[in-house]
């Protein structure tokens, strides 16, 4: 064991998917939260909801590569909801995850 050293924590990474659509999220565990980084397929500048099971729900922007942060979730459950336009098949919302 090395004394100082302050090796940070390995992310937990998600995948969602259907027959049109990827949804990647890795988790990184802080002190009080979690830190999430997402990425939805086909890449697109779309909103991404957060919903925790318990707690406000929390609104971010994929920019046009498709990816997005969300910093400071509470622990527990949680289901994103990604708002892709109907011409690439709509909305979609993932399954309930203990994060």
């Not at 980084?37 to 957060?50: L, N, S, Y």
Request: with cysteine; net charge positive; glycine share 6%.
């Amino acid at each position: 064991m090395t004394l100082g050293t302050n090796t940070p924590p390995a992310a937990r990474l998600l995948r969602f998917t259907t027959a049109n659509h990827t949804v990647t999220v890795s988790v990184t565990t802080k002190t009080q939260s979690v830190a999430l980084a997402i990425a939805v397929t086909p890449a697109e500048a779309v909103d991404i909801d957060v919903r925790p099971l318990q707690g406000e729900v929390r609104h971010v922007h994929a920019n046009h590569r498709g990816t997005a942060a969300c910093d400071s979730v509470a622990r527990g459950p949680i289901s994103l909801l990604i708002h892709w336009p109907w011409s690439a098949g709509g909305p979609v919302r993932t399954s309930w995850t203990q994060v």
